[in-house]
């Protein structure tokens, strides 16, 4: 993995070879000739100067954030590899790395509360805001272990078929309304926004919600205990999208980037709500002891500019990270921005600091809740 | 080397030097590989059950694992698990005994196709039969329709209430692990009921018992060592099941083995994920040492 100059050569001569370009006896040779090479390119200091690997949770991710981030940054800095790898940091995965000594991983595509869990776990690098600019992050977006990269929301979405504009559910309290709006719906099986979420179903406002204290939590455990029948759980982006296909649900607490998903490619079949959606920011983490060193700073102030973040969210739904980046998006794309002034304004931003703290015991409570 | 040559003349076996001693080269790079790549492994998860304590559990005399004594939620988890492993393997048992016995009883042309039926299921990725589950069983899918032709008139009657639930729930999880765990209650029914004498059967009948006295009173206890070995082997299998229940229960069935990746990948709670993990360790071998002196082992795969 630290060796993609080496790769690239190889890919290159096995394409050679296979257009005809070279004989296999060339290729052997020169494949020979490069086994030789490692001791001398492989060592570290060579990988630090010249490859960063981005990890990301795979999919049309590599290839959106290939185009947007590193493409832009390799043309610029010649020399440097930027690599996407879609091998899906989670924060099991990114300890073990720690852990065992052989990291091979630079970034990862993390979010906030994570960030926070995962640096007080100390298995993560604090962010070198000499670097990255706090200023170009939404107020609370710039943390410690964390650098945020990209915004999306938890949004609830419904079924047009079964509801029309004015019939639509058009806040949580009506998600919980299993009376007046009947049929099976769904909800992450992962805790977070869950809380915020069924704190609002019960009534609060949205500026009511934070702090979370103990009795919020009990309200909100209970308000999502009232409807259990009436709920699936989704575990990743793409179940979320068979359950909208499907229809086997009416509506749903989806991350937005999902439901717009969704209504492209079905013309409007779904459609949602930005009020009191719960906004939440991915996050770029490096481990400790990452291979690229420092060499990682630069090209992560780089994914701050405005130009790249409107890039990354044309293609993928991500909503830019930096405020500047909102009067660049097409005016045809406002509706999907979930950092839109207009659409940020409805919304509620997630307490990070509060799952770093409580994720761990919070997370528990909610699988104990679900699954009882 | 000598002791096994030694041994070989023991048995009367021409003594041909040397081999021994490589066949055990042979066996050397798999039991490297066992060594490095599973006990080592294991022996890590297993200290870290003990060395890492989760929340508060440091203080508690049994570490971790006081949890599986004191915290309600895991308890409601393991006892679900417990639950749907129960059930699972009643009605997998149960099936498969009635498509074992068959096997054994209808021609060999039958026999070939009951057979293949069997592997063929045995063959498909777990994956992909819990997707074609969901396909035919949620709501609008034409299983669903057709079983719920069924249920109509039992709502109607006022008998039962609300929608039925075919997938995205524990029938969901049930349906699909009975599925799943089929060929593993056939096959070694089949294997044991192949080496039942069938005079026996009829030297009961011709003493004046029944066609089902014989059936109840010969032809069970016989099979009963299969029985006993698909009803452990069934169980300890549907202990570790992850994807059917993660996709076909909608989220609500929550067993042991998701709950040890979500405190391992989502929570980073390692002592607790460890502790379950040794839980089931233990609980599993503890399984097979009760089968392995119930049954003899060979005699379940007919290798005996």
């Not at chain 2, 915290?71 to 059930?87: F, H, K, N, P, S």
């Not at chain 2, 699972?88 to 021609?107: R, S």
């Not at chain 2, 042991?256 to 390692?270: D, G, K, P, V």
Request: glycine share 8%; proline share 5%.
């Amino acid at each position: 993995m630290r060796q993609p100059s080496r790769n690239d050569i190889q890919r290159l001569g096995e394409a050679l070879h296979r257009t005809g370009r070279i004989d296999r006896r060339q290729l052997l040779a020169g494949l020979g000739a490069l086994a030789a090479l490692p001791p001398m390119m492989s060592s570290k200091a060579w990988a630090q100067a010249k490859e960063i690997v981005l990890v990301n949770w795979g999919g049309d991710a590599i290839e959106f954030m290939d185009t947007s981030f590193a493409i832009p940054y390799e043309e610029e800095n010649p020399g440097i590899d930027v690599v996407v790898d879609g091998g899906g940091p989670s924060q099991g995965k990114i300890r073990a790395m720690v852990e065992s000594g052989a990291v091979t991983w630079d970034i990862c595509d993390s979010g906030g509360g994570s960030s926070i869990q995962l640096g007080t776990g100390g298995f993560i690098r604090e962010i070198d805001y000499d670097v990255v600019d706090r200023k170009k992050f939404f107020p609370g977006m710039d943390f410690k272990w964390g650098a945020t990269n990209y915004i999306y929301s938890f949004v609830l979405a419904y079924d047009t078929s079964e509801y029309d504009t004015d019939s639509a559910p058009k806040s949580w309290k009506d998600f919980f309304n299993t009376k007046d709006f009947p049929g099976l719906r769904s909800m992450r099986k992962d805790v977070i926004a869950v809380p915020e979420v069924a704190l609002m179903g019960a009534g609060l406002a949205k500026e009511e919600v934070y702090p979370i204290t103990p009795s919020k939590e009990k309200l909100a455990w209970e308000t999502v205990k009232s409807i259990l029948d009436d709920l699936i759980f989704w575990a990743s982006g793409a179940e979320s999208q068979q359950f909208m296909r499907s229809q086997e649900v009416v509506m749903g607490c989806f991350w937005n980037t999902r439901v717009k998903a969704i209504y492209d490619e079905t013309d409007g079949m779904w459609d949602w709500t930005w009020n009191q959606g719960i906004v939440l920011p991915g996050a770029w983490v490096v481990p400790k002891n990452n291979p690229a060193g420092d060499a990682v700073w630069p090209f992560i102030a780089s994914t701050q500019d405005p130009a790249r973040q409107v890039k990354l969210f044309e293609l993928f739904g991500n909503a830019p990270a930096n405020p500047a980046a909102a009067p660049l998006v097409p005016p045809e794309l406002k509706k999907f921005n979930a950092t839109d002034p207009d659409n940020y304004a409805l919304q509620l931003p997630v307490d990070n600091e509060w799952y770093g703290e409580n994720i761990a015991r919070v997370g528990k409570d909610y699988l104990d809740l679900i699954s009882s | 080397m000598a002791n096994a040559t030694l041994a070989a003349q023991a048995t009367g076996r021409p003594a041909r030097a040397g081999l021994p001693s490589v066949y055990w080269l042979l066996l050397l790079p798999p039991i490297i590989l066992i060594v490095f790549f599973y006990l080592v492994p294991l022996a890590q998860i297993l200290t870290i059950s003990f060395t890492e304590f989760d929340a508060d559990a440091a203080t508690a005399p049994l570490g971790n694992y006081s949890m599986l004594f004191v915290d309600e939620g895991i308890q409601r988890m393991l006892l679900r698990t417990a639950w749907v492993c129960v059930i699972t393997t009643f009605l997998t048992v149960v099936l498969g005994y009635i498509v074992a016995y068959a096997m054994v009883n209808v021609g060999p042309r039958q026999r070939t196709l009951l057979m293949f039926g069997v592997l063929l299921t045995f063959w498909l990725s777990v994956l992909i039969r819990a997707f074609a589950w969901i396909i035919l069983l949620r709501n609008r899918g034409i299983g669903y329709e057709a079983v719920d032709l069924f249920y109509q008139p039992l709502r109607d009657l006022g008998l039962v209430e609300g929608r039925l639930r075919l997938v995205r729930s524990e029938t969901g999880v049930i349906i699909g692990m009975v599925h799943f765990m089929l060929p593993y209650a056939i096959l070694p029914l089949f294997a044991n009921m192949q080496g039942i004498d069938q005079r026996v059967l009829l030297a009961a009948r011709g003493l004046g018992a029944t066609a089902s006295g014989t059936f109840w009173r010969v032809w069970v206890p016989l099979s009963f060592p299969g029985l006993i070995g698909a009803l452990i082997l069934v169980f300890v299998f549907s202990l570790g099941f992850f994807v059917t229940p993660a996709l076909l229960g909608g989220g609500k069935v929550v067993m042991i083995a998701e709950y040890i990746w979500f405190s391992m990948e989502q929570t980073l709670r390692w002592g607790l994920a460890t502790m379950l993990a040794t839980t089931i360790l233990v609980a599993t071998l503890t399984l097979i040492v009760i089968m392995s002196r119930v049954v003899d082992l060979r005699t379940m795969y007919g290798a005996k």
